[in-house]
């Protein structure tokens, strides 16, 4: 492949970050001496599936972080929809559309695959706090819980608990709570990463039809090339907390920057 | 109905084997009033305990324990306090009967609604420091509250030797020994009003913790990362947690006021604290059962194993085997505390309760594959 | 409010802070002045038993900033170190000397079985379930100690050259205080040297970082963490040591003094072994110097309520609170350790 003429790849994202569904200006998040994000700019438009890759340790779960307020950002701003969420604590973004996957399968471990999805759904529809002792909990909330568990197909494992499900499961679960958020932007953090080429498929199949049938928009940390050439509409590249390039695949892939972090003058892999 | 059994371990597969889908859902309310109207009988059977009136001190305590795992097995918080509600609970009851001759009803509602808000305050500040903070912060509030009892601000509280005389309502009778309840003429058993209030108590717990509240709390316990990644305000509902727990805890106190007649300094103690906590882990706190059980091994263990003097096999009327015991059960504790370390190693939420649980259930699957047709 | 800089210096303080201090300095002039040999007694007094915290929460700060267990049997530990002291003078006719060097050695081979028994299988769990299984530890040796020497208190006695007086003119401080003082400096010096400054403390805050990384480079961490449990394991008993042969021993020293050695270490800031001494010395302090200074206020303003009976014991939990409202880290700890 030829080098592309870089100014056709964007350091910076193009678009306004306000205007965009998800968006950031100058995001930095600084631990002591060391910045794992640097002044990141970004503007992920309506019903984008945006790849962020990069080299390890470029950056990009601490921007995610950030990005979710699990951890405070040192500078910049965070605007979802338009509005400004810099400083919005982590429990309420889900209740305003922003939802996450975890690399590391993050889950309530002991209850079963049914109650953790339901509790996602009562959550989402009582808000971060509600005072309710009284009954078991509403039957139309176990009703959506299973509605999403048969959309993402672990129907027939939900009264398995949750620690004893396959990785590949695991991962599907994971993205099935984070859907129960009725989510309108998602970020989903390596979800493939671990799984057979099997489970892959299934976990790649889920994330294009989350895309497509419900219109959300997206943001997937992955290493696998394949699958980001396959299914993202655009791709930021990080490294060492800043934007390498943003573009399409296409475009990106023949960034000679990005070639340069990736494989230090190495091309065969590109 | 079987998203239960996982979710907050209420039971045991056990009982969701039998046809009754009912039965299973009330498994606790059930078990619970099994266990307040079976346990004086039990007790006092000769080869056991032989008496009947530390039953009363049996369900109280399990109703504090039940109470401390709302913190520690439901919510995953670790307090080295929990003695103070019990203490204040018992104090503003006694307080109330002796210093200001007011009724029960109105002094045991005084305590609840001060642990309430003391537990709110305290909640306030220290749920979100880490799990040893927040362990050391509630030990340093509830040896604050032991000083305070102490301190006897305005003759209140007593000092040392607390609160002991005219802190009994004027509805308890004691003959021989034996405290009974009088009301309007009608009299019975001072246990009975005991089991009453303890089944209640145990009741409230049960229904918060399978309340959407409590469903939760459990959440959090899981992974609170998660849980607030998922949109769980999890500072307010530890808050709460404290809250409810702390309340239950002073109503157990009230309850233990009537029964010791007063109000000592030794409940406010961090030995108090401490056994709690033994009594919870041991039992097991993944379990609603399991401080209740817990509870039961610890005060039947104190009992039991320190009048033992010799320990004969199988039988004291067939003696083959007899071993001298006196001097080395006095010291039971240590065996516990064995058993406790042992506990925590291997099996830390899961207990006395999950292994019984986990051990009845194998053998009750292992009669049925015997009877199944493939 | 505006902060107020200090002339002579870069820094600066708040008009609040200014007349707590303004508070601090003048209770401890009229104090001095009011009662001289009292108060060199208190100050002596909060010397010792600071430094006596010091030394159990050092090594309860060793084994939690090191290895990440909280170690609630470390009181228990101090407490063995006295009554190995009473055993080894009382029974055995040791001389003290020896029983100095010998004690603290007995409680690290008992350190030793903790941790090779129970602490190595807690490493990577959840802290709680380390706290937990410590806590059943302490009632086990709890109960071992009151079985074997029984519940009443316990006292040795003290060789000849350290029971007599030192005279200080208004009063006279007893020389296995100043004993206690000086061995207690000279060990937490040598702590200090050989976590910061030999190669063998080196490797092992390594490995305390990065586990895996230390042992590929060769490191031994298993040797390195038995080793550095039983450090803080003797002297926790070397403390005991000190404390059994000024004050006497009981069994209920252990709950006593690990709910101390925990504030110290809290307030200090977990994970700082330079925080453990200067809240150790600042909690000895305060506890033996507040019912002076409260008794000096009520002599002198005839405020008689102002003399709390028993405030002393109260001091080290309200610093506390104090400390970890306003600085949730303790005064010098470490960020994201055990948040």
């Not at chain 2, 307040?36 to 000769?46: A, D, G, H, T």
């Given at each position: 492949?030829?080098e592309?003429?870089?100014s056709?790849t964007?350091?910076?994202?193009t678009?306004d970050a306000?205007t965009a569904?998800?968006g950031?200006t100058?995001?930095?998040?600084?631990?002591?001496?060391?910045?794992?994000?640097?002044d990141?700019?970004l503007a992920?438009p309506?019903g984008?599936l945006?790849a962020?890759i990069g080299?390890?340790?470029?950056?990009?779960?601490?921007?995610?972080n950030v990005l979710?307020h699990?951890?405070a950002?040192t500078?910049?701003t965070v605007?979802?929809?338009g509005?400004?969420?810099?400083d919005?604590?982590?429990e309420?973004?889900?209740h305003?559309?922003?939802?996450?996957?975890?690399?590391?399968?993050?889950?309530?471990n002991e209850?079963?695959?049914?109650e953790n999805?339901?509790?996602?759904v009562?959550?989402i529809?009582s808000?971060?706090?509600s005072?309710d002792?009284?009954?078991?909990?509403?039957?139309?909330h176990?009703e959506?819980a299973l509605?999403i568990l048969?959309?993402v197909?672990?129907?027939d494992?939900?009264?398995?608990?949750a620690?004893?499900?396959?990785?590949?499961?695991?991962?599907?679960l994971g993205?099935a709570m984070?859907l129960?958020t009725d989510?309108?932007?998602l970020l989903l953090?390596?979800p493939t990463?671990g799984?057979g080429?099997?489970e892959?498929?299934l976990?790649?199949d889920l994330?294009?039809?989350?895309?497509?049938?419900?219109?959300l928009?997206?943001l997937l940390?992955?290493?696998?090339m394949?699958?980001?050439?396959s299914i993202s509409d655009?791709?930021t590249?990080?490294?060492q907390?800043r934007?390498?390039a943003?573009g399409?695949p296409d475009e990106?892939?023949?960034d000679s920057e990005?070639?340069e972090?990736y494989?230090?003058?190495?091309?065969?892999?590109? | 109905?079987?998203?239960e059994?996982?979710?907050n371990?209420t039971g045991?597969g056990?009982?969701?084997g039998?046809?009754l889908?009912?039965?299973n859902r009330?498994?606790?309310?059930?078990?619970?009033?099994l266990l307040?109207?079976?346990?004086?009988?039990?007790?006092?059977?000769?080869f056991l305990l032989?008496?009947?009136s530390?039953?009363?001190?049996i369900l109280?305590w399990?109703?504090?324990?039940?109470?401390f795992?709302l913190?520690?097995?439901?919510?995953?918080?670790?307090s080295?306090?929990?003695?103070m509600?019990l203490?204040?609970?018992?104090?503003?009851?006694?307080?109330?009967?002796?210093r200001f001759?007011?009724?029960?009803?109105?002094?045991?509602i005084?305590a609840?609604?001060?642990?309430?808000v003391v537990?709110y305050?305290?909640?306030?500040?220290?749920?979100?420091k880490g799990e040893?903070?927040?362990?050391?912060?509630?030990?340093a509030?509830?040896?604050?509250a032991?000083f305070i009892a102490?301190?006897n601000?305005?003759?209140?509280?007593?000092?040392?030797?607390g609160i002991?005389?005219?802190?009994v309502?004027?509805w308890?009778?004691?003959?021989?020994?034996l405290k009974?309840v009088?009301?309007?003429?009608?009299?019975?058993?001072?246990y009975w009003?005991v089991a009453?209030?303890?089944?209640?108590?145990l009741v409230?717990?049960?229904?918060i913790?399978?309340?959407p509240?409590?469903?939760?709390?459990i959440a959090?316990?899981e992974n609170k990362?998660?849980?607030r990644?998922?949109g769980?305000?999890t500072?307010?509902y530890?808050?709460?947690?404290?809250t409810l727990s702390?309340?239950?805890?002073?109503?157990a106190g009230?309850?233990?006021e009537i029964?010791?007649?007063?109000?000592?300094l030794?409940?406010?103690?961090?030995?108090t604290s401490?056994?709690v906590?033994?009594?919870?882990?041991?039992?097991?706190a993944n379990y609603?059962?399991?401080?209740?059980?817990?509870?039961f091994?610890?005060?039947?263990?104190?009992?039991y194993?320190?009048?033992f003097?010799m320990?004969v096999l199988p039988l004291?009327e067939?003696?083959i085997v007899?071993?001298?015991?006196?001097g080395?059960?006095a010291?039971?504790?240590?065996?516990l505390g064995l058993?406790?370390v042992i506990?925590?190693?291997?099996?830390?939420?899961?207990g006395?309760?999950?292994l019984?649980?986990d051990?009845l259930e194998t053998l009750?699957?292992?009669l049925?594959?015997?009877?199944?047709?493939? | 409010m505006?902060a107020?800089?200090?002339?002579?210096?870069?820094r600066s303080i708040?008009?609040a802070?200014?007349i707590?201090?303004g508070?601090?300095?003048l209770?401890?002039?009229?104090s001095a002045?009011?009662r001289p040999g009292?108060?060199?007694?208190q100050?002596i007094?909060g010397l010792v038993?600071?430094?006596v915290l010091?030394?159990?929460a050092?090594?309860?700060?060793?084994v939690?900033?090191?290895l990440?267990?909280?170690?609630?049997a470390?009181?228990?530990?101090?407490?063995?170190?006295?009554?190995?002291?009473?055993?080894?003078m009382e029974?055995?006719?040791?001389?003290f000397w020896v029983?100095?060097?010998?004690?603290?050695?007995g409680?690290?081979?008992v350190?030793?079985?903790?941790e090779r028994?129970v602490?190595?299988h807690?490493y990577d769990?959840?802290p709680?379930?380390g706290l937990?299984?410590?806590?059943?530890?302490a009632?086990?040796?709890?109960?071992?100690?009151?079985?074997?020497?029984?519940?009443t208190p316990?006292s040795v006695?003290a060789p000849?050259?350290?029971s007599?007086g030192?005279?200080l003119?208004?009063?006279?401080?007893?020389?296995?205080?100043l004993?206690t003082?000086?061995?207690?400096?000279?060990?937490i010096?040598?702590?200090?040297?050989?976590?910061?400054?030999?190669d063998f403390?080196?490797?092992?805050?390594?490995?305390?970082?990065?586990?895996?990384?230390?042992e590929?480079?060769?490191?031994?961490?298993?040797?390195?963490?038995?080793?550095m449990f039983?450090?803080?394991a003797?002297?926790?008993?070397?403390?005991?040591?000190?404390?059994g042969a000024a004050v006497g021993?009981?069994v209920?020293?252990?709950n006593q003094?690990?709910?101390?050695?925990f504030?110290?270490a809290v307030v200090?800031g977990?994970g700082s072994?330079?925080?453990s001494?200067?809240?150790?010395?600042?909690?000895g302090?305060?506890?033996?110097?507040t019912?002076?200074?409260?008794s000096?206020?009520a002599e002198v303003t005839?405020l008689?309520?102002?003399n709390?009976p028993g405030?002393?014991?109260?001091?080290?939990?309200l610093v506390?609170i104090?400390?970890l409202?306003a600085r949730p880290?303790?005064?010098?700890?470490?960020?994201?350790f055990?948040e």
């Open positions: 492949m030829s592309t003429d870089t056709t964007e350091r910076a994202d678009g306000q569904a998800l950031s100058g995001l930095t998040k600084r631990f002591g001496g060391i910045v794992a994000v640097d990141v700019d992920v309506e984008e945006r962020i080299p390890n340790g470029a950056g990009k779960t601490t921007l995610f979710t699990a951890l950002p500078d910049g605007y979802l929809h509005e400004e969420i810099t919005l604590p982590q309420q973004r889900p305003r559309g922003l939802a996450r996957s975890f690399q590391s399968n993050q889950l309530f209850l079963s695959v049914l999805v339901r509790v996602v009562q959550t529809e808000g971060p706090f005072f002792l009284l009954g078991e909990g509403r039957s139309q176990r959506q509605d048969d959309s197909g672990l129907t494992k939900r009264d398995v608990t620690k004893n499900l396959s990785h590949g499961d695991q991962r599907r993205i984070a129960a989510p309108s932007v953090d390596e990463s799984l080429t099997n892959t498929g976990v790649t994330i294009e039809s989350v895309h497509q049938d419900l219109g928009t997206l940390i992955e290493h696998d394949d699958i980001v050439l655009r791709v590249v990080l490294d907390g934007v390498l943003t399409t990106v892939r023949g990005v070639q972090a494989l230090g003058g190495m091309r065969e892999e590109l | 109905m079987s998203d059994s996982a979710t371990r045991g056990l009982v969701s039998l046809p889908g009912t039965l009330y498994k606790v309310p059930i078990g619970a009033l307040v109207l079976l346990l004086r009988p039990l007790v006092s059977m000769e032989g008496y009947g530390v039953a009363n001190t109280i399990m109703l504090f324990a039940a109470s795992n913190l520690l097995g439901y919510t995953g918080l670790l080295f306090g929990h003695a509600f203490g204040i609970g018992a104090y503003v009851t006694a307080i109330g009967l002796s001759s007011s009724s029960f009803v109105l002094s045991a005084v609840l609604a001060l642990a309430g537990a305050l305290i909640g306030r500040i220290t749920v979100q040893i903070y927040f362990a050391m912060l509630t030990l509030f509830g040896t604050t032991h102490n301190y601000p305005a003759g209140l509280t007593g000092g040392t030797t002991a005389g005219g802190a309502p004027a308890i009778e004691t003959e021989r020994g009974y009088n009301l309007g003429g009608f009299q019975f058993d001072w009003l009453a209030a303890v089944l209640v108590g409230v717990l049960w229904q913790v399978r309340s509240f409590g469903r939760t709390l959090i316990r990362e998660l849980a990644a998922m769980i305000n500072y307010r530890k808050v709460w947690a404290f702390g309340v239950v805890a002073a109503y009230t309850i233990l029964n010791e007649q007063g109000a000592t030794s409940l406010l103690t961090v030995e401490g056994d906590i033994l009594m919870t882990v041991l039992g097991g609603f059962f399991g401080p209740v059980a817990g509870a091994v610890w005060l039947f263990a104190e009992d194993l320190t009048d003097e320990l004291k067939i003696p007899s071993l001298e015991l006196a080395v059960l010291y039971w504790q240590f065996f058993l406790f506990a925590v190693l291997i099996a830390p939420r899961e006395i309760w999950g019984l649980r051990s009750y699957d292992r049925r594959t015997g009877e199944e047709d493939v | 505006n107020i800089p200090i002339p002579g210096t870069q708040t008009p802070g200014g707590v201090w508070v601090l300095v209770l401890t002039v009229m002045i009011v009292l108060f060199i007694d100050v007094g038993y600071g430094l010091v030394l159990i050092l090594g309860l700060s060793i939690l900033g090191l990440g267990i909280v170690n609630f470390h009181g228990a530990l101090f407490m063995l170190g006295a009554y190995f002291t009473f055993q080894l029974v055995w006719g040791v001389s029983t100095l060097v010998v004690a603290p050695l409680v690290g081979l350190g030793v079985a903790i028994g602490l190595r807690l769990k959840n709680l379930n937990l299984a410590t806590f059943g530890i009632l086990m040796l709890g109960e071992a100690t009151r079985a074997i020497w029984g519940g316990r006695v000849q050259v350290l007599m030192f005279d003119g208004v009063t006279t401080v007893s020389r296995i205080r004993f003082v000086a061995v207690a400096v000279i060990v010096a040598a702590v200090y040297l050989l976590i910061e400054r030999t403390g080196l490797s092992v805050r390594a490995g305390v970082l990065d586990r895996e990384m230390a590929f480079l060769g490191v031994n961490m298993n040797v390195r963490f038995i080793s039983v450090l803080g003797a002297i926790a008993g070397l403390g005991g040591v000190l404390r021993m009981d209920g020293m252990a003094f690990i709910i101390l050695a504030v110290v200090g977990i072994l330079f925080g001494v200067v809240a150790g010395l600042l909690i302090g305060a506890s033996y110097l019912p002076l200074y409260l000096t206020l005839t008689e309520f102002i709390i405030i002393g014991g109260l001091v080290p939990y506390m104090v400390v409202l880290r303790g005064l010098f700890g470490q960020e994201g055990l």
